[in-house]
């Protein structure tokens, strides 16, 4: 370990959704429910729809191999892996292990991180302490879900906010000054009820019973999670920034998780942040649980919307409850100086 922690940041992207689409006409004929009304609700016009062979780890793998290639590294050179999911293949083991054996890195440890939709904030703000102290050298710090195998396609309140995919990022040294300032998180249980599925896990282990009641698919009081969800966003957003000296007016690029654009907007309007300051791609993708923040930071960066030295915000909210943000400030440099 060095004494002093090192500057940490992003050296690699990559996402991954996949190809099916299903749009708001297709849902129409599904469950009660309109385009109008999920376009004015939610802003989503279509989401992805994993393959039946697709798994979590396979679009999580196909993501990571994206991100690494960004870096110009092998996946050989990776030393963690971590993969934010609350969709893993299976209860164990962990779909991080999954991953490393699908992209043939090294024997290296991984981890799963359970932290909903905030998950890849949160596998940010691991994975940098990890590279920060010099115990790793690179870390891949991948959000996956499919939300699709957990979704009630027959419940109009939430089948229709839900898309699969994964997002990476390659985490490693950078120029002093830039990568991560500061990370702020948070976690209350005393919201399970609001967002969770309900059964499959120790407290209510699978049974026929379970599963003709339905309990195997998202719970979700909406409304409540709505006004939670701006609210930590706001909070988490002010913590992490105020962490290094620096307000809402400082952000060049918010990268807020993609639930729903009403709760995008609405955050962004009581951080007194221009919406062409925040990045928003939820209408091509709905809601992707812990990739969302990944999926659209990589589109962000490809269409020239992430400038050298800009201010970065990633911020998330969801199932825990959870929520948190960090602040990056961004550099290109590792890229063309390996
Ligand atoms: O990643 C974190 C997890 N999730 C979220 O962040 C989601 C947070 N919540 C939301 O985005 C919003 O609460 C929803 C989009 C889920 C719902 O929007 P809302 O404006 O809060 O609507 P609502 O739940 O208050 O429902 C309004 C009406 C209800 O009808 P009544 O009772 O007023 O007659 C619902 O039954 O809309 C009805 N409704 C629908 N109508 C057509 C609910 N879902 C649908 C639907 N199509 N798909």
């Known amino acids: 370990m060095t004494g002093n922690p090192r500057a940490v940041g992003i050296i690699g992207l990559g996402s991954c959704v996949p190809e099916r689409v299903l749009t708001n ?13 999920i376009r004015t609700r939610t802003g989503i016009r279509e989401r992805r729809i994993a393959a039946d062979h697709e798994a979590t780890s396979d679009l999580a793998a196909a993501a990571a191999q994206r991100a690494l290639a960004d870096a110009g590294l092998a996946a050989t050179d990776v030393d963690l892996i971590l993969v934010a999911t609350l969709t893993p293949d299976m209860a164990f083991p962990a779909t991080a292990n999954l991953v490393q054996h699908h992209i043939g890195a090294r024997a290296v440890p991984g981890f799963d991180l359970s932290a909903g939709c905030s998950g890849f904030v949160y596998g940010l703000t691991v994975g940098a302490q990890l590279v920060g102290t010099g115990l790793y050298q690179r870390v891949l710090v991948i959000g996956a879900d499919v939300l699709s195998r957990i979704t009630d396609w027959t419940d109009r309140s939430t089948c229709v906010l839900f898309g699969d995919g994964a997002g990476a990022a390659v985490l490693g040294s950078v120029p002093a000054g830039s990568g991560f300032l500061a990370f702020a998180l948070g976690g209350d249980g ?47 957003t002010i913590e992490a920034l105020g962490k290094c000296g620096l307000t809402p007016r400082d952000i060049d690029l918010l990268v807020p998780h993609q639930a729903n654009i009403r709760i995008m907007d609405a ?21 992707t649980s812990a990739a969302s923040v990944p999926i659209a ?42």
């Open 190 to 236: 005393a919201g399970a009820e609001l967002l969770n599925l309900p059964a499959g896990g120790s407290r209510r282990p699978a049974t026929a019973d379970t599963v003709g009641h339905h309990l195997h698919f998202i719970r979700m009081q909406g409304n409540e999670v709505f006004k939670f969800g701006v609210r930590a966003m706001v909070d988490a």
């Open 25 to 37: 006409a297709d849902l129409e004929r599904m469950v009660d429910t309109t385009d109008e009304w």
């Open 267 to 287: 955050a962004a309007r009581r951080l007194e942040i221009p919406l062409d300051r925040v990045f928003a791609n939820v209408d091509r993708f709905g809601n």
């Open 297 to 338: 930071f990589d589109q962000a960066r490809r269409e020239g919307r992430v400038k050298e030295g800009a201010i970065i915000v990633f911020v998330g909210f969801g199932a825990g409850l959870t929520w948190g943000a960090t602040v990056l400030r961004w550099s290109e440099a590792p890229w063309k100086d390996r």
